[in-house]
């Protein structure tokens, strides 16, 4: 059974940092892609950054473009993504998956994480 939990959210202060981890059990990190999701009260649940099962960032939103880093470490079965430069329109649920990659901003899911809140005051 696949289980993702996240942790690591909470309430920081605009320009500050976080960071999330999505501890994974019963998948193996080379045989799945992963991507970190956000959803805004309101608002669709959007890609952040995805990473894939080689062992390289596949896609990084627009938004937070050098600011967010999307990173794994296999030996801990852990994905992490690194915020910085924290702004209050990043405030959302933030979501871990696991899927395949059918394009860059497609993956196609195969279990969720419970979600952790992040929230930016500014």
């Known amino acids: 059974q696949v289980q993702l939990t996240e942790s690591g959210g909470g309430l920081v202060q605009s320009g500050g940092s976080l960071r999330l981890s999505c501890v994974a059990s019963?998948?193996?990190?080379?045989?799945?892609?992963m991507g970190w999701y956000r959803q805004a009260p309101g608002k669709q649940r959007e890609l952040v950054a995805s990473?894939?099962?080689?062992?390289?960032?596949?896609y990084v939103r627009e938004s937070v473009k050098g600011r967010f880093t999307i990173s794994r470490d296999g030996a801990e079965n852990t994905v992490y993504l690194q915020m910085n430069s924290l702004k209050p329109e990043d405030t959302a649920v933030y979501y871990c998956?696991?899927?395949?990659?059918?394009?860059?901003?497609?993956?196609?899911?195969?279990?969720w994480g419970q979600g952790t809140q992040v929230t930016v005051s500014s």
């Open positions: 998956s696991a899927g395949r990659l059918q394009s860059t901003t497609n993956l196609v899911s195969i279990a």
């Open positions: 990473f894939t099962s080689g062992g390289s960032t596949n």
């Open positions: 019963g998948l193996s990190f080379s045989q799945y892609d």
